[in-house]
């Protein structure tokens, strides 16, 4: 399984999207989904670079722009999502993603509450291991990731 990188002015997230359906997990594939709505770009690593399922192209917001960052998936139908997978660069450790919240619906309009919400945790600035964010199988065909904070020379969390 390959992982995707995705970039938010900090560089952030893998989407593989873990699906339940009873207990048998399975991967969304790439292809199944699509993105909805996106914060901020920078123009060369687009949004799309977080699905493509290429761990070679990032995704970056604007780095003039405050946080928060939301990006936003449509997965094309309805599922359970479990989980998802963030992949710091493997190019660059700078900018990976701090504090976050997942939101899943059904329509894309009523997120209700976050099924996730926490600080991820590196060890160390060079650390590029996925992070895994778990939660309770949800139905929903959008999920939605705000990015809070980032792990930056120039920020408030450092190591």
């Known amino acids: 399984m390959t992982h995707k990188i ?3 002015l900090f560089f952030l997230l893998a989407f593989p999207l873990l699906s ?3 207990c048998d997990p399975e ?3 790439f292809e199944a989904y699509t993105l909805r709505s996106v914060s ?6 687009v949004a799309t670079n977080a699905i493509d399922g290429n761990v070679e192209t990032l995704f ?22 479990t989980q998802l997978i963030l992949t710091p660069p493997l190019s660059n450790p700078n ?9 899943v619906s059904m329509d894309g309009e009523d997120w209700g509450a976050a099924q996730a919400a926490g600080l991820l945790v590196y060890d160390g600035f060079e650390d590029t291991a996925d ?4 939660f309770g199988a949800v139905d929903g065909r959008y999920v939605r990731l705000v990015a809070l904070s ?3 020379v120039g920020n408030v969390h450092r190591w």
């Not at 970056?60 to 999502?81: C, K, M, W, Y």
């Open 20 to 22: 339940a359906a009873q």
């Open 150 to 152: 980032n792990y930056d």
């Open 27 to 29: 991967w969304i594939p």
């Open 6 to 8: 995705l970039l938010f």
């Open 131 to 134: 992070q895994i964010i778990d």
């Open 95 to 103: 900018g990976k993603l701090a504090e976050y919240e997942v939101y």
């Open 40 to 45: 901020s770009e920078d123009g060369t690593n």
């Open 60 to 81: 970056r917001t604007s780095g003039n722009t405050p946080f928060p960052h939301e990006l936003q998936i449509d997965l094309g139908s309805v599922r359970a999502v």
